[in-house]
């Protein structure tokens, strides 16, 4: 098991100006089943942000344009990129720093690093959880934006992650029964209609403002250019002070602890059932019993 003590010694690396002790922490944590991994929780929380939406809506450009807002605004920027897995081959282009390089130069200070999805649903990898908090508890950010995998209408895992989801979309991508379906829309706090120059833009936001019951959840913004990305930073830092000056984001953070034990747990007993020989012609309910009997041998030896 990757031990606190461990991460403890490569953070403090960290500390002092190095990034690659904190990189092989990522690396390591990445590689490791979720069971096997204990990060503490930090002493002094950071804002994290999960960047979701369609493909195509513009994120890695808008995740950039950030990227250069929080920096010039004097925040300490972290970012995780969430890149598709090959179904066939299980390989990954991890091409969304790259979109990112041109917002990078001169802003050495930011940590960005890309993570394939390695078959996990819900449009993040399956260690995001973990690397976030290692982020957070190495102390030298004060924001982490995640940015996912093109996700669909039911794949909300980041709900599970971010302290803030924003969900970005386009003009022209349906009418307003589209705008009002469940899933991505029921676990977004900020949205954001991205190449707002296109037609159409004004009546997404208009049905976006009337979905989320708040007109102030919606930001316009054309990311080629950062037009209305400092309005969304502004919103951001916002709810970031919200969160903690009503001591709502302690309450959110626990609410989501069981959660991260449920979906170890399911890691965990899927591990185990992958190493069982099932006979596929017993009853069900016989082949549930043998894999929960084999995790829990399993867990308890």
């Known amino acids: 098991m990757f031990e606190s003590d461990e991460i403890d010694a490569l953070v403090e690396k960290a500390r002092t100006g190095m990034w690659a002790p904190l990189a092989r922490a990522v690396t390591v944590v990445e590689n490791s089943p979720p069971w096997e991994v204990s990060v503490p929780r930090a002493s002094q929380p950071c804002h994290i942000v999960g960047i979701t939406g369609p493909p195509g809506a513009g994120k890695s450009t808008l995740t950039g344009r950030l990227i250069e807002s929080f920096v010039d605004a004097g925040e300490r920027v972290a970012v995780l990129a969430i890149d598709p897995s090959s179904p066939l081959s299980g390989g990954a282009v991890l091409g969304d720093r790259i979109r990112m390089e041109t917002h990078l130069a001169g802003r050495p200070g930011v940590f960005v690093r890309s993570l394939a999805s390695r078959g996990s649903h819900g449009a993040v990898a399956g260690a995001t959880r973990n690397i976030a908090r290692l982020l957070e508890l190495s102390g030298l950010f004060d924001v982490v934006l995640i940015e996912t995998v093109g996700a669909g209408q039911t794949e909300v895992a980041i709900v599970e992650v971010a302290d803030t989801v924003l969900l970005v979309t ?77 001591g709502r984001l302690a309450a959110e953070r626990a609410e989501k602890w069981g959660s991260d034990a449920a979906l170890v747990a399911e890691a965990w007993v899927g591990d185990c059932a992958a190493s069982i020989a099932l006979d596929p012609h017993e009853p069900m309910q016989n082949a549930v019993e043998r894999i929960l009997k084999e995790a829990v041998r399993r867990w308890t030896s």
């Open 170 to 246: 386009v003009p022209g991508l349906g009418d307003a029964v589209q705008t009002i379906k469940a899933g991505l829309m029921e676990i977004a706090d900020s949205f954001v209609v991205n190449m707002a120059d296109r037609p159409g833009a004004a009546e997404t936001a208009r049905h976006l403002r009337l979905a989320a019951g708040r007109a102030d959840a919606v930001y316009k913004t054309v990311a080629v250019d950062g037009t209305g990305v400092d309005e969304l930073r502004t919103g951001l830092q916002k709810r970031w002070q919200a969160l903690l000056d009503g």
